[in-house]
């Protein structure tokens, strides 16, 4: 052993014999966050977890139901039975439910005959039948009434999801309502009555085209059938088959929901700050009073079969990729615990066994490991984006010895110390996250694991040993694997024809009697805590340069940002470079040594644009900043180039440029910042193909070099104080005679046309995406109070556009409205408009659109809802002792010495009505639109949108800008 790793060796036996790592730490992974847990006498399991943080409370109502239990002759019913949960009760969002029911008896019927019925002439007819009395029945309708009050309450991110093995409803609380909440749940899971049926049958549809033609939603649907073959895991998808969803049974639904929701297959899980003894209380009052009909199911642990295995899937794009799938059932909580740990020993991004055999050799773009949990199986996903000369064969051989590594226990020990360190510090991170406690909650109840046995898992990341992942490799992962790869092709994408349905004419009436009794006053009455400023030390030096410092008086962690304002724009070759630095090592070690170093430290760095500014960022446990920020600035200005790096880094990036013209994602963010930006965006100014090729490796490690001179705001998150930071740690960047200043650098100017345009791009898709943007350019400075009542009125499904695009006519899958206030005070405000529409509806889509964008009729009712809903959730806000320092900059950057948030909140109360409509008028009247237009252009009628504004033709060449 030489001298300089044994040193290494010496030092990190010191590091992990410290204090806090064999202290707090261990007592950490010993009970990261309590759980009191109940069962009741009818069934019903509850959670909940204190977390004193701030005053709400995240909840989750898990149903232990899914995909795999649908009927056989009626898959996608949990799916769509979870969008029916919305709609309301007996109670909620009807005028007259004596009188609404029977023309939803009548409805349901009319489905079971025309699911029954082959004949196309016969089905039309019962279909227009189906539709005639819908018509009637929606005039007892009050849309979305439901949401609305969840709003009042002021409660937040009110959502609902369905996966194979389970469907949950999600929201976020305020801590003083869980009451009122509770109340309302209860008549949601007690007495769902599914109306506006047809018209929520279309969004489904359309969530089912859009997932036809998108690239992930058809690989992950293949890989799961590999590797659940003959399971319901694999047979079955949220989504449902063509021929089931085309022939919907409501009696089904109902009958669905009679055996499912039922409380011993339900579990109420909280976290946030609450009295469990008050809220258990509430639950055993309310959900306790739900009939008991049978008992828990019982989980059965699969017996482990090994899948040994070889394919391919097909993908519409060249994009290529191997995976790697290891089914393991899920036996117990340290078998997974250990599986977490071997996936990181695989690939962590540091130092992983795959990070170096792959990535760091430049065979592979990217690797990544991941566990996907289902209640009785958890798969390892190892994803391999290889260059064009890896093969399958190659990586698996790869794979495998590194699972002999293991197995062998052939791991040098500061290796596997230095993720159980991170792990341990990720868990310091995470652990007063509430959705993360939500997360581990529910996996408990899926499981049918206690919290006790919950806990060992979290004991196992402080105690497994290499022997231990020795085991799991020679037990659960020989002979195991699914190999996969990706093929392009160009699949044959079938559509559901959707029949036409009439535009629904809602109850005048705005309120049911329900919602007008209802209670909405809180248990106590909480205030926000806005950011103190007086926390943050500021100094500018002569340079420019300014430090920004605040103690972190949470937790042994340190944030730490270095910030070039508008440093996007230093270079077109910038991403290039920084990617090529990713690979690089120094004059003292190589790129995976250096890595590891940071690893060992439990330091993440990271070099990015976010927006207009670049920001080179760094996280991890105090003790260790100063050793990590000397490295940080070592392995930029003594970065080491490479010939063969290079080279073969330039070939891989131009590769991964062709393939963004398959990307989805990246066309459509191209699309919208072109109709924004046109030519002046950031994604124009980067370099093209054939400057990339011209570009030296040398020119690459000048630019890094730089990066540490250009103005920076510096900032701090940690238990330095300030004078030593100053002094000390950052003496160089205060000293420098002169910095460069990047505020000239940017590009950027937003469209000013005065005239409606559409910018169409023609692409393979089964709909119509339209996104609207209208820089508002206001004389003087908007009040951002209006912007916090506007978003609110806006919000989801409370939204009157929604309900004016999806609700009444099923034209839009999506249908949202946004006001963004700008970043800077010099920028527009942008008002957004996003519409997914079926391509056979674009004219009655776009003629709904614009009547509704351009008379909203806002009623004094909904006006007051939003603004109280606004007050409500912004009560919620504690800023005090937590990280300020994004709120601080985000105040300097509109020029505010207060926090934002208060002063929109100190004027919300005073907002009236009239003052709020002369503002909605006013944004329209300084509007605009671009309109970025995406779809099929066989489908897509252009007389249609001629009629409406300009049209410029685009192809992908042109908005990638590359």
Known sequence: MNVLHFLQRVILLIFLMLPFHCNALYDLLYEPFYVHEYHLENGLSVYLSVNRKEPIVKTSILVNVGSAEDPEDATGLAHYLEHLMFKGTSKIGTTNFEKEKPLLDQIQNLYEDYRQTTNESERKQIYAKIDAISLEAAKFVIPNEFSRMHSLLGITDSNAFTSNDRTYYVATVPSNQIKNFLQLELERFKDPVFRTFHTELESVFEERNLRVTDLYSNLFKQYHSIMFPSHAYGDKSPIGTDEHLKNPSIKKIQKFYEDNYIPSNIAICMSGDMDPDEVIGE?????????????????????????????????????????????????????????????????????????????????????????????????????????????????????????????????????????????????????????????????????????????????????????????????????????????????????????????????????????????????????????????????????????????????????????????????????????????????????????????????????????????????????????????????????????????????????????????????????????????????????????????????????????????????????????????????????????????????????????????????????????????????????????????SLYNGLTSPFFVAMREQTGNAYSANVYLSYPQFTKEPVIWFVNLACQADKLANCLQDANQSLESPNITNLRFEEAKLSAIQSTNTIRKSNIYLIDEFIRAQRLELSEDPDQLSYERLTEIQWKDFVDFTKKIKDLSSFQISVIGDPKKMNRQVLRSLGKVEELTEAKVLGK
């Open 283 to 791: 639950i055993k009052k309310t959900f306790g009073s739900l009939t008991s009909k049978i008992p828990p199911k019982k989980l059965e642990i699969p017996v482990h079969k090994p899948l040994e295995a070889e394919s391919k899937i097909t993908i519409n794009s060249n994009k290529k990729l191997f995976i790697f799938g290891i089914k393991i059932p899920k036996v117990s909580p340290s078998v997974l615990a250990d599986a977490q740990t071997l996936s990181l020993l695989l690939s962590n991004g540091s130092n992983g066994l795959l990070d170096e055999s792959l990535y760091y050799s430049q065979k592979a773009s990217s690797v990544s490991v991941s566990i996907t949990e289902w209640k009785d199986y958890f798969v390892l996903n190892i994803w391999v984006e290889p260059n064009k000369t890896l093969t399958l064969s190659e990586t698996k051989s790869l794979l495998l010895s590194a699972f002999q590594k293991i197995e062998k226990e052939e791991i040098a020990d500061e290796t596997f110390q230095s993720i159980k360190t991170n792990q341990r510090l990720n868990l310091l991170k995470q652990k007063d996250d509430n959705d993360y406690r939500l997360q581990e909650m529910s996996e408990a109840f899926l499981s049918n694991w206690s919290y006790d046995l919950i806990l060992k898992k979290f004991q196992s990341v402080n105690q497994s040993k290499i022997s231990d992942l020795s085991h799991i490799v020679k037990e659960y992962i020989i002979k195991n694997i699914v190999s996969i790869e990706t093929i392009p092709g160009k699949p044959n994408f079938v559509y559901i024809n959707k029949p036409p349905i009439s535009k629904l004419q809602f109850s005048d009436d705005e309120e049911s009697k329900f919602k007008k009794d209802f209670s909405y006053e809180p248990s106590d009455s909480i205030s926000p805590q806005f950011a103190d400023f007086s926390q943050i030390q500021s100094k500018i030096y002569p340079n420019g340069n300014q430090i920004i410092h605040q103690k972190n008086k949470q937790n042994s962690l340190f944030k730490f940002k270095m910030i070039i304002e508008q440093g996007a724009w230093i270079s077109p070759y910038l991403a290039i470079s920084v990617d090529y630095w990713k690979h690089l090592g120094t004059d003292l070690y190589t790129a995976g040594a250096l890595s590891t170093k940071f690893y060992l430290l439990g330091s993440s760095i990271n070099i990015q644009t976010n927006g207009e500014a670049l920001e080179i960022t760094m996280e991890g446990e105090d003790e260790h900043f100063v050793s990590s920020f000397r490295l940080l600035e070592h392995s930029i200005k003594s970065v080491a180039s490479s010939k063969e790096v290079w080279e073969n880094h330039v070939d891989n990036y131009l590769h991964n440029l062709d393939l963004m013209k398959e990307d989805e994602r990246e066309i459509d963010s191209a699309l919208h910042e072109y109709a924004l930006y046109g030519q002046n965006s950031l994604r124009s100014f980067q370099a093209s193909k054939s400057d990339l090729k011209q570009f030296k490796s040398s020119e690459a490690i000048s630019l890094l070099g730089s990066l540490l001179k250009y103005k920076s705001k510096i900032t701090y998150y940690g238990n330095l104080d300030f004078d030593t930071l100053e002094s000390t740690v950052l003496q160089e960047y205060t000293k420098l005679t002169s910095t460069i200043d990047p505020s000239h650098l940017s590009k950027k100017q937003y469209r000013s046309s005065k005239e409606s345009t559409f910018f169409v791009l023609s692409r393979n898709r089964p709909h119509v995406e339209l996104n609207y943007f209208s820089p508002v350019f206001p004389s003087d400075r908007l009040d951002q109070a209006y912007f916090s009542i506007y978003n």
